[in-house]
């Protein structure tokens, strides 16, 4: 999905309503982060008065209603990808910074949730990407070696995190 320039989109509202400004270069900065890391990342552009979660809640929930009620674009040619895929017996799987609970509801909102096997959300490692973890827990779930597995991915950080994984990337 095109989720990045729609959450960056209601980020930056919400952000606004609050009296800050994001910048695109501080927003790039944060693709692919979660949790922990992501909170530092926002305390230390926006000071530690910042109100991370009431902000952040406020985006995703916007970002949410956004996908379900499709207003969020699938990058081109993922459906046919994914088929492709799907008819050579390949097996998919999504690993996303992302909770995997949206993550889910996303995939399902756009009829694609049947074409991975499973999800891994930002939620079930501790560091996020630019680390490997998230992308090692997705091949343990799987029980797939990481040489073998090749990443689809659309951001720095996780392009970083796929190679740090030893694994081929595709951004």
Same mark, same amino acid.
Not at 40 to 51: A, R
Not at 126 to 144: M, V, W, Y
């Given at each position: 999905f095109d989720s990045e320039r729609a959450f960056e989109k209601e980020l930056k509202e919400v952000m606004h309503s609050y009296g800050y400004e994001l910048t695109e270069d501080i927003y790039k900065s944060t693709i692919g982060l979660t949790g922990k890391g992501l909170k530092?990342?926002?305390?230390?552009?926006?000071?530690?008065?910042?109100?991370f979660e009431e902000i952040s809640k406020k985006a995703r929930q916007r970002v949410n209603t956004l996908f379900k009620n499709g207003d969020i674009d699938i990058k081109f040619g993922i459906p046919e990808l994914l088929k492709y895929f799907n008819n050579k017996g390949i097996k998919c799987a999504v +690993?996303?910074?992302?909770?995997?609970?949206?993550?889910?509801?996303?995939?399902?909102?756009?009829?694609?949730?049947?074409?991975?096997?499973?999800?891994?959300?930002?939620?079930?490692?501790?560091?996020?990407?630019?680390?490997? =973890?998230?992308?090692?827990? +997705?091949?343990?779930?799987?029980?797939?070696?990481?040489?073998?597995?090749?990443?689809?991915? =659309?951001?720095?950080?996780?392009?970083? +995190?796929?190679?740090? +994984?030893?694994?081929?990337?595709?951004?």
């Open positions: 530092e990342k926002m305390l230390l552009n926006f000071g530690m008065d910042y109100p +690993a996303s910074s992302t909770k995997s609970e949206y993550v889910d509801l996303y995939l399902k909102s756009a009829g694609l949730r049947n074409y991975f096997n499973s999800v891994t959300g930002g939620e079930e490692t501790e560091r996020s990407k630019p680390e490997p =973890d998230i992308f090692l827990a +997705a091949c343990k779930k799987e029980n797939s070696v990481p040489e073998n597995t090749i990443v689809f991915e =659309d951001s720095p950080n996780g392009v970083t +995190a796929a190679l740090r +994984a030893n694994m081929d990337v595709i951004c």
